[in-house]
Nanobody
């Protein structure tokens, strides 16, 4: 088990920024590809961003590329999602996910082993 705890969500206005954090328990965090997904009411969970366990390569959904940045700090067992220029359509519950030694299909939420309970992001217009 790799418990994941997200934080940093909140209510902001369009154009504002937020930084989400996800902290994992355990000693093998560096071996996990970490992803962020989001789910709005009545919609399916969608991929937002991922950062590979090997080399730290990053991947983004088209809708957030250029606005969001994913990063990780292995010494702190933490992954971040810096969200800039937020839009009302970014409103959703944001979920952190971990996949052991994952090397491909980063957008596929079915391929992640562990999930956090989510943090709500609400962007008002």
């Amino acid at each position: 088990q790799v418990p994941l705890v997200e934080s940093g969500g909140g209510l902001v206005q369009a154009g504002d920024s937020l930084r989400l954090s996800c902290t994992a328990s355990g000693r093998t965090f560096s071996s996990y590809t970490m992803g962020w997904f989001r789910q709005a009411p009545g919609k399916e969970r969608e991929f937002v961003a991922a950062i590979s366990w090997i080399g730290g390569s990053t991947y983004y959904a088209v809708s957030v590329k250029g606005r969001f940045t994913i990063s990780r700090e292995n010494a702190k067992n933490t992954v971040y999602l810096q969200m800039n220029s937020l839009k009302p359509e970014d409103t959703a519950g944001y979920y952190c996910a971990a996949a052991y030694l994952k090397r491909s299909n980063y957008h596929d939420y079915g391929g992640y082993d562990y999930w956090g309970q989510g943090t709500q992001v609400t962007v008002s217009s």
